[in-house]
């Protein structure tokens, strides 16, 4: 299968999944109108992905701002990785969170709280993410 | 058009009715100048008011982006602390989304409610003595007034760790609404707001009422 690569744009983040790897990336800022279209094609390639997974998969999460709509699909890709897991490959979500921005650390741990995938809680200094 | 011809017989005078003429162009100027004065009033007040940012209309999605992005500018020259303009700027964006989807499009003409192609509303961002305030406002079905106003009663009455328990139990139910928040919104806003959320409802006609949320983000 082939990677899914997508260009940040002001309301969405910019994706990178490489199947080759297992190393999945999704960075800036995703508050869409309608964020089911965005993420469907997300959530089907993790699909296609968990039927011959790497042994090791790392989702980085770099977001500076998500909307509520977005919370939902973000919660499905997690599904979808606990999926991974559950077949016993080695799933890990690293949420990185700028080093004031406590809202995003909370968000982070809501879906550790949820999600039975282990969480990294990354500290960093700023999101580089798309202007508004 | 034939039109050019009908709108001399609908003007109400004449041909040569010349002082009927006189005194339209007269309430014209009159008119024009007391909208130059109450441009000026309007600026003074949103001054006076400390009005960052305000819009009455159509609403689309690129709107919405023009409108944040605008937000985003002015709040980097008013707002040292990061923390207070991300929040600012996410509960302007909860705020206009929802504006977007619970909406049923109408508008008031003549003090009665009409249909529309487009969402409609009102939203005025304005810096207070404690913080900011995001007002907005939309018509909605009257039928789901009772639903909503519980909605916010229940985020109201609880204390900031309850809210987000709720958040997350919301989040985990996996239903998702027509839009894909879930019912996420109002609750996401209340915390980024940590105050309680102000509303209103505005009974139009039997099937519309106007709904008001003040949003007050404090430092």
């Known amino acids: 299968m082939s990677a899914l690569l997508l260009e940040g744009t002001p309301k969405t983040p910019t994706v990178n999944f490489d199947p080759e790897t297992g190393f999945l990336e999704l960075k800036g800022r995703s508050i869409p109108e309608n964020s089911i279209d965005f993420y469907k094609p997300l ?3 993790l699909d296609k992905y968990g039927r011959s997974p790497r042994p090791k998969t790392a989702l980085h999460v770099q977001l500076e701002y998500f909307n509520t709509s977005s919370s939902k699909c973000i919660l499905d890709l997690f599904k979808k990785l606990e999926g991974v897991r559950a077949t016993g490959n080695e799933v890990t979500v690293l949420w990185h969170y700028e080093a004031d921005d406590e809202d995003m650390l909370e968000a982070g741990e809501d879906y550790a709280g949820i999600i039975n995938i282990p969480f990294k ?5 700023e999101v580089d993410g798309g202007e508004a | 058009m034939e039109r050019v011809d ?18 339209v162009l007269c309430g ?48 980097e020259g008013i707002e040292q602390d990061p923390r207070i303009r991300r929040r600012v700027f996410n509960v302007v964006m909860e ?46 079905a009257e039928g ?28 985990a139910n996996g239903t998702y609404s027509a839009k ?7 609750i996401d806003i209340a915390r980024k707001s940590g105050g309680k959320l102000e509303y209103g ?18 430092n």
């Open chain 2, 144 to 171: 789901d007034v009772e639903r909503l106003k519980g909605h916010l009663d229940r985020i109201n009455s609880l204390p900031p760790e309850q809210l987000r328990e709720l958040y997350r139990e919301t989040l």
């Open chain 2, 201 to 218: 409802f505005v009974p139009y006609d039997k099937d519309n009422a106007f709904f008001s949320l003040n949003v007050n983000v404090t």
């Open chain 1, 43 to 45: 959530i089907d390639w």
């Open chain 2, 95 to 140: 705020c206009l989304q929802n504006l977007f989807h619970h909406n049923n499009n109408r508008i008031v003409q003549g003090g009665r409610t009409m249909s529309t192609d487009e969402p409609h509303g009102v939203v005025m961002i304005a810096q207070t003595t404690q913080g900011y305030q995001v007002l907005t406002g939309n018509f909605m």
């Open chain 2, 28 to 75: 014209i100027v009159i008119s024009s100048i007391l909208m130059l004065h109450s441009i000026h009033d309007l600026y003074d007040e949103l001054e006076r008011k400390r009005v960052m940012l305000t819009f009455q209309g159509p609403l689309s999605a690129e709107l919405i982006s023009a409108l944040l992005g605008a937000m985003e500018r002015r709040m």
């Open chain 1, 121 to 125: 809680m990354i500290q960093i200094e």
């Open chain 2, 6 to 23: 009908n709108s001399v017989d609908n003007s109400g005078g004449g041909p040569g009715d010349s002082p009927a003429l006189g005194g």
């Open chain 2, 180 to 186: 894909g928040g879930g019912g996420l919104g109002m």
